[in-house]
């Protein structure tokens, strides 16, 4: 099976002579004719009865036509996802991204990137707003929570679960608290996210709230932990955030017992036929980097 062949007929028909078609395809007009020739001997079957003044297609050329037409049509759209997919990441990656989420995180992301593909320029845009990422020309993001939007391709890549953290200098001068509810004996700095008046646990079927100060509310989780970390108190933070201050004897996590929120991770993207080599390159890095800090 010649494809040029094929090619060649379908354009003659959509053209509506050999010598449109010629000029399209920028082939002498003899060539086109040659074609459409071999194709009809190798099919065995006239596909065009030709005169002086125009063309026109027999009843198997009107069968033929329409079936190549669609198979090339499909064939061409293979080959634009094989070329898209085959492609160097390159050009602007707008991605929106909650703040909450940990400057090293973060970094790591961006830095690998940067790293593995120099051509491909990311634009993060830290914020807390639900960006529509259609209307307002974003890639991707990086969202916590349950999801909103059923129109967004959306994956899992893991879970941000918070706890009770404080430091050992802070510890040093105050018992620590037993039961969540001893917490309201402590200077408990708020993250805004997490509620200015009460704190939820769980263990197990056992639910607590418990009511805390409002002497500091800050909606920066870097903030809050640089404030806890310099013995200002106790506060709820991401463990993945905390994980290698614990292991450096910097953090200590209070009544491991309980369970404060946990938030499902998703990286989301809008829906589309092709994925372009960009913003898969940032969802297999990003995916590959949160699973591995959430794990």
């Given at each position: 099976?010649?494809?040029?062949?094929?090619?060649?007929?379908?354009?003659?028909?959509?053209?509506?002579?050999?010598?449109?078609?010629?000029?399209?395809?920028?082939?002498?007009?003899?060539?086109?004719?040659?074609r459409v020739a071999m194709l009809e001997k190798r099919l065995g079957i006239t596909l065009l009865q030709r005169t002086t003044r125009r063309l026109h297609l027999t009843e198997a050329g009107q069968i033929y036509f329409q079936h190549a037409s669609a198979?090339?049509?499909?064939?061409?759209?293979?080959e634009a996802a094989i070329k898209v997919v085959a492609a160097e990441p390159c050009g602007l990656l707008r991605v929106s991204v909650l703040p909450d989420l940990g400057e090293q995180l973060l970094a790591s992301i961006l830095l690998e990137i940067r790293d593995r593909w120099p051509r491909l320029q990311v634009e993060l845009l830290l914020t807390h707003r639900r960006m529509d990422l259609v209307s307002e020309g974003v890639d991707a993001a990086i969202r916590a929570g349950e999801l909103e939007d059923s129109s967004l391709v959306a994956r899992k890549v893991g879970t941000a679960?918070?706890?009770?953290?404080?430091?050992?200098?802070?510890?040093a001068t105050t018992p620590a608290p037993e039961t969540p509810e001893q917490l309201c004996q402590h200077p408990c700095l708020q993250f805004t996210p997490m509620g200015k008046t009460a704190w939820a646990?769980?263990?197990?079927?056992?639910?607590?709230?418990?009511?805390?100060?409002?002497?500091?509310v800050v909606n920066n989780i870097g903030l809050v932990m640089n404030m806890v970390l310099a013995g200002g108190g106790v506060a709820l933070?991401?463990?993945?955030l905390c994980r290698q201050a614990c292991q450096e004897g910097r953090l200590?996590?209070?009544?491991?017992?309980?369970?404060?929120?946990?938030?499902?991770?998703?990286?989301?993207y809008p829906r589309q036929q092709f994925v372009s080599p960009g913003l898969r390159a940032f969802l297999d890095i990003a995916g590959k980097t949160l699973k591995t800090w959430l794990a």
């Open positions: 099976m010649d494809f040029n062949q094929i090619a060649v007929f379908i354009k003659v028909v959509q053209a509506g002579s050999f010598s449109a078609a010629a000029r399209q395809l920028s082939l002498p007009v003899s060539t086109v004719s040659h198979g090339l049509g499909q064939l061409l759209d293979a679960r918070w706890a009770v953290f404080t430091s050992p200098g802070y510890l646990f769980s263990r197990g079927a056992q639910h607590v709230t418990v009511p805390v100060g409002q002497q500091i933070l991401p463990d993945y200590v996590r209070l009544l491991p017992q309980w369970q404060a929120k946990q938030d499902p991770i998703h990286l989301v």
